[in-house]
C-alpha cells in the first residue's frame, strides 16, 4: 500500500510547479542581461575616461610652455616646455605625442578624425570617437619667458 501511494507519477500540479519555476528563472535570465547590457554600456567602454585623462595631460602639458604653435593642416600643435620640444598631432585613428622628435607614444586611440587648432592663447581639441561619440576641450596657453 505504501508503494501505491508514492509512486503515483507525474501530475498536473507538478507540471504546474515546473512551469512556474521555468518563468520565474527566465525572467531573472532576462533581467539579468538587461542589466548587464546597462553595466557594460557604462563601465566597458572607456571612451569618456580615457577621454578625460587625455584632456588633463593636455591641460598639464599646455601649461606654463616656453613657445608654441600649430602644426600643417591643424594637425597638430608644437611647443617647447622645460627646454624639450613636444608635437602633440592628429594621426590615423589616434592623438601622439612626440618628444624632441624621438619616437611617438599614443596619447588617445579610437578616434575616426580629430581636429587641434591654436587660436591666440587658446588650444581647441576636437575628436570624433568610432563609437559616434564627439569631444571638444578648449585648453589656455600659459607662456612663460623661460
Not at 16 to 43: C, N
Not at 44 to 55: K, L, M, T, V, Y
Not at 104 to 110: A, K, N, R, S, V
Amino acid at each position: 500500500m505504501r508503494h501505491l501511494l508514492t509512486s503515483r507519477g507525474y501530475t498536473f500540479i507538478d507540471a504546474i510547479l515546473q512551469l512556474s519555476a521555468l518563468m520565474l528563472f527566465s525572467q531573472l535570465i532576462l533581467f539579468y542581461s538587461v542589466w548587464f547590457k546597462q553595466v557594460e554600456r557604462y563601465f566597458f567602454h572607456a571612451e569618456p575616461i580615457e577621454w578625460e585623462i587625455f584632456s588633463l595631460d593636455i591641460e598639464s602639458y599646455v601649461s606654463t610652455v616656453t613657445t608654441m604653435g600649430e602644426q600643417l593642416n591643424q594637425n597638430g600643435i608644437r611647443f617647447v616646455k622645460n627646454g624639450e620640444e613636444f608635437d602633440i598631432e592628429c594621426y590615423q585613428s589616434s592623438i601622439r605625442k612626440q618628444k624632441n622628435r624621438l619616437g611617438h607614444e599614443p596619447m588617445l586611440t579610437g578616434l575616426n578624425s580629430c581636429k587641434v587648432q591654436l587660436i591666440g592663447d587658446y588650444v581647441i581639441i576636437q575628436v570624433d570617437f568610432e563609437n559616434g561619440r564627439n569631444e571638444e576641450r578648449t585648453y589656455e596657453v600659459s607662456i612663460s619667458s623661460q
